[in-house]
Each structure stands twice: as structure tokens, then as C-alpha cells.
């Protein structure tokens, strides 16, 4: 089993900045390609970004595509979403997953196996 706890989330002025970050728990961690995805209320949970296992591919979701950057520190057991020029459709939910093994798919949160509990991100003037 693995643990995953988002933090990072927060208010915020449209075109800020925020980090996110989660923290995963479990000794296969580094073998994981991870995820965030957002939802907003009454919205289905989108698909943010990807990072697979060695950090060497990321996928990123039409909405966020060259405002946000996912990172990963196998070492820190984390992986971060960077948001910058936030914008107020950005507010959501914020949610990292993780995914055991390579399976083809990415976008749906049928895919991943394990989720945090989510961070709240609020962008507003």
C-alpha cells in the first residue's frame, strides 16, 4: 500500500503562483509514474499532468499546457506541480495519484491505483 499526502494548496490572486506537493509512503515508490488531476464543483476530475517513473516523459493537460510543470525527487519520495499565471478556472480540488505499472494509460482516474486525499487551490481576486 502507498500513502500519498498533498499539500501545497492555498489562495491565491489570478497570475500567481503556487507549488503543490505530495508526499508518498512506501519503499516502490520510484517505480511509480505519478499524477495530478483536478476537480472542480460539479466538474468530472480532469487530467493535469504525468511524470513516469524516471522523470524522463511528462504529458500535460490542454488547460494547463505551458503554465504548469510536474517534477519529481525519488530521493524526497515527492512529486510536485509547479502553477504559475493561475488562472480562476484553475480552482479545484487537487489531487496526486500513482500508478504501479506502465500501462498505455494515462488521463482517467481509472488508471492510477492510489490517490491523496486532495489540496484545495482557490484563485481569486
Known amino acids: 500500500q502507498v500513502q500519498l499526502v498533498n499539500s501545497g494548496g492555498g489562495l491565491v490572486q489570478p497570475g500567481g503562483s503556487l507549488r503543490l506537493s505530495c508526499a508518498a509512503s512506501?519503499?516502490?515508490?520510484?517505480?511509480?509514474?505519478m499524477a495530478w488531476f483536478r476537480q472542480a464543483p460539479g466538474q468530472e476530475r480532469e487530467f493535469v499532468a504525468r511524470?513516469?517513473?524516471?522523470?524522463?516523459?511528462?504529458f500535460y493537460g490542454d488547460s494547463v499546457k505551458g503554465r504548469f510543470t510536474i517534477s519529481r525527487d525519488n530521493a524526497k519520495n515527492t512529486v510536485y506541480l509547479q502553477m504559475n499565471s493561475l488562472k480562476p478556472e484553475d480552482t479545484a480540488v487537487y489531487y496526486c495519484?500513482?500508478?504501479?505499472?506502465?500501462?498505455?494509460?494515462?488521463?482517467?482516474?481509472?488508471?492510477?491505483?492510489?490517490w491523496g486525499q486532495g489540496t484545495q487551490v482557490t484563485v481569486s481576486s
Open positions: 511524470i513516469n517513473w524516471t522523470g524522463s516523459t511528462t
Open positions: 512506501g519503499r516502490t515508490f520510484s517505480n511509480y509514474a
Open positions: 495519484a500513482a500508478q504501479r505499472s506502465y500501462s498505455g494509460r494515462y488521463f482517467s482516474p481509472s488508471d492510477y491505483d492510489y
